[in-house]
Structure formats: C-alpha cells, structure tokens
C-alpha cells in the first residue's frame, strides 16, 4: 500500500532534549516536506526536498533540522525543543517533477508537546 | 509573497443543509488549487483540485468548488451537508513556478449537526 509513515505519531518532551521524527514513503517520490499545524494558522511549511542531499528552508524553518540521505526517509529534527515548537506536525511527499504539479500524499500526523 | 484566506473559521450546519465555504488566494500568476480535508484525528486528504479547464470542479462525497479567476477565488460547495462531512477544510494553493510547493489557509471547521 502506497502511504507516508511517521514516528512516533504522540511524543510528550522537555525543553532542550534532542528529538527526531521519521517519516518515510514507499512510493519513490522525489519531493518531501515537512508542515506544522497550529490552531487558527493552517498548515505552514517547514522544510522541503527536492531529492537526496537537497533540502531547502520553508516558510517556518528555526528551531528545526531535516536531511535527506535516502530517498525514502526525511527525518525532521529539533535539536533543542522549546514549548513553541508544540504543535501538530505532517510529513508529505509528491513526485515533484518539475513544471506539473503533482498531488502531495500526508502522513498520519506527529502530536508533539514541549514542556 | 502568496496567501490563501479562508474568512469561515468556524461553520455549524444542519444535515441536509447547503454549504459554501470561502477561500480567496492572493498571486498574480498561474496557480493550481486545492481543498483538502482532515477529519477528527486523520491527516489530510485531497477533496479536490483545479490545474486548467473547466473552472467548474467536482470532487468526492459530492463536493465541488468553483474557480473565478477574476475574483481569485476558489469557494467550496456541497447542496447538502451530512453528520459525517464534520471535519477541518484546508484550501490551498500551488504557484505554477514552485513546483510541488503548497501555500495554505488557516482552515474552517465544519460542523454538522443531525
């Protein structure tokens, strides 16, 4: 079945302690992204691939790290959490061809609280 | 910079009643347009889309939504509403030149009551 995993799907932390969430996608999509989503302020996006070793910022990039060694997986990484950083977080990906548009497939979603 | 608003935050209806949610989207240029849905608890899920054609678009669960380009606009549509149409309806957009990059509204959540 072709679906975006993330994990863990429910994380409870304190402030400064070093955190990763996983996603990863089984359908060889090139483009992923990582979003946050917060009451009343949508979707906003964190972080983009494009491909392995290419990632750029979003609209909402501090506090955050990603990489992308293979083309499956694009963890998202907080190097030192504070309590803004709680939130709802999605990973997605696409195929990402250029010029064309190409439906974004979502993850199940990382509930995260910072404490 | 690109923007999408959605001026319903929150909707309360009855079932069976009609619905029109707003989005608005401010960008000059070709876009591509979106209405996503997230139920209690799931990730989002693809409604519809419009890229070109018809500006007339149909949808799952019989939601449609229709583009005016003149009005930069992209309103969400269903005749009759049920209890299990309860969810968050997030619209988006998608400028032709930023490939696979989405640009969101804050959301309106729906609720049906029966």
């Known amino acids: 079945e072709a679906q975006v995993t993330q994990n863990p799907r429910y994380l409870i932390t304190v402030t400064g302690k070093k955190l990763t969430v996983t996603c990863s996608q089984n359908?060889?999509?090139?483009?992923m992204s990582w979003y946050r989503q917060d009451p009343g302020l949508g979707l906003r996006q964190i972080y983009y691939s494009m491909n392995v070793e290419v990632t750029d910022k979003g609209d909402v990039p501090e506090g955050y790290k990603v990489s992308r060694k293979e083309k499956r997986n694009f963890p998202l990484i907080l190097e030192s959490p504070s309590p803004n950083q709680t939130s709802l977080y999605f990973c997605a990906s696409s195929t990402g061809q250029m010029s064309s548009y190409n439906e974004q497939f979502f993850g199940p979603g990382t509930r995260l609280t910072v404490l | 910079a690109q923007s999408v608003s959605q001026h319903n935050h929150h909707v309360i209806l009855s079932e069976a009643a009609s619905l029109e949610l707003g989005c608005n989207y401010s960008?000059?240029?070709?876009?591509?347009l979106f209405w996503y849905v997230q139920y209690p608890g799931q990730h989002l899920q693809l409604l519809l889309k419009?890229?070109?054609?018809?500006?007339l678009v149909k949808g799952i669960k019989g939601f449609e939504a229709e583009f005016i380009k003149s009005k930069f606009s992209f309103n969400l549509r269903k005749p009759s509403v049920q209890w299990s149409d309860t969810a968050e309806y997030f619209c988006?957009?998608?400028?032709?030149?930023?490939?696979?990059?989405?640009?969101f509204g804050t959301g309106t959540r729906l609720q049906v009551f029966p």
């Open positions: 359908m060889n999509h090139e483009y």
């Open positions: 988006a957009v998608n400028a032709i030149e930023n490939t696979d990059k989405l640009i």
């Open positions: 960008y000059g240029g070709t876009v591509n």
């Open positions: 419009y890229f070109s054609g018809d500006p």
